[in-house]
Each structure stands twice: as C-alpha cells, then as structure tokens.
C-alpha cells in the first residue's frame, strides 16, 4: 500500500433551513454555500492540494458541495457513501477500513465527528465551520491511516478568510 502524503478533511459548504418540511439529509446549499464550495475549491487548487479520490455522505448538502467543486476537482475519484451521514471516526473507519485510495483523499462529510476525527488523527482540537478544510499531512508512514496522532495539520482554510 502507498503512504498517503496529505489528506484533506472537509466539512460541507452552508446548508438552507429555508424549507422547514425537508428532512436535514435533503437540506440543499444556501447561495453562501454554494459560493464557498467553489472558492475552497478553487483555493485547494491554487495550493495544489488536489484530492484525487473524495469519500462522501450522501447527504443532498455534501454532495451538491462536491457538484459545485468539480470545475476545481475534475479528475477526483468519488465515492458517496450513507456511512458517512453524521458519522463518527469509528463509523468512517467502518465504512472506509484500513486503507484509502490515492495520494490526496479528501474526507468530505459532517460535524461533530469531523472535528473530532482531525482532533484524533493529529492532537489538534480544531473548529471546522461549513465549508472549511483542514489540509493534514503524514507523520508516520507505516501505520494505519486512522492511528492516533499520526497525522499533522498543516492548515485549516476557513471561507470566511478567503474573501
């Protein structure tokens, strides 16, 4: 298996209340958030921080995030997947197992168990608003992905200090 280098955590871009008889796993994007995903997109891209396999929730909110960031993302494997809807890191373990595809993954999914799982994977207790990424880089190479404190942040890019 390949060590992956970096990783990138990403948290769906702001989702609408605007429809009060949608359940939350059909929330869309509100126009902030749909602003935001291609901005965070396009930033990734400058950095070239490019995934190039992207595990998703299926819910409608993440992957219309992932829909608008395509332009950026283009050659990104995808992957939705109803394990990561509110998962924990235990659930995306379960869902994912031992290893990731590719160089660059992108985890693009929920809170709280994002921020917890950046917290686990590098000992740095972060906050992830809508649409922000912690861009994570490799420690130690021969363990499982999921190893606590194997992973550093390099970065958290927030939307809001991209405009």
Not at 102 to 124: A, F, I, Q, R, Y
């Amino acid at each position: 298996m390949a060590s992956h280098r970096r990783m990138i955590v990403m948290r769906h871009a702001k989702s609408s209340w605007a429809n009060p008889v949608r359940s939350d796993h059909a929330r869309t994007l509100n126009e902030k958030g749909r602003r935001d995903a291609l901005l965070i997109a396009k930033t990734l891209e400058t950095r070239n921080w490019i995934p190039d396999v992207v595990y998703l929730s299926d819910s409608e909110r993440t992957r219309e995030t992932m829909q608008r960031m395509r332009i950026h993302l283009d050659d990104a494997k995808e992957y939705i997947l109803s394990e990561l809807y509110h998962a924990n890191l235990m659930d995306v373990v379960s869902a994912l197992g031992d290893s990731l595809e590719g160089e660059c993954p992108m985890l693009l999914g929920h809170n709280p168990g994002w921020e917890m799982m950046v917290d686990w994977l590098s000992g740095s207790s972060i906050s992830l608003p809508s649409g922000s990424v912690a861009l994570l880089e490799r420690t130690v190479d021969e363990t499982l992905w999921h190893e606590k404190g194997t992973w550093s942040l390099v970065e958290l890019i927030l939307p809001s200090n991209l405009l």
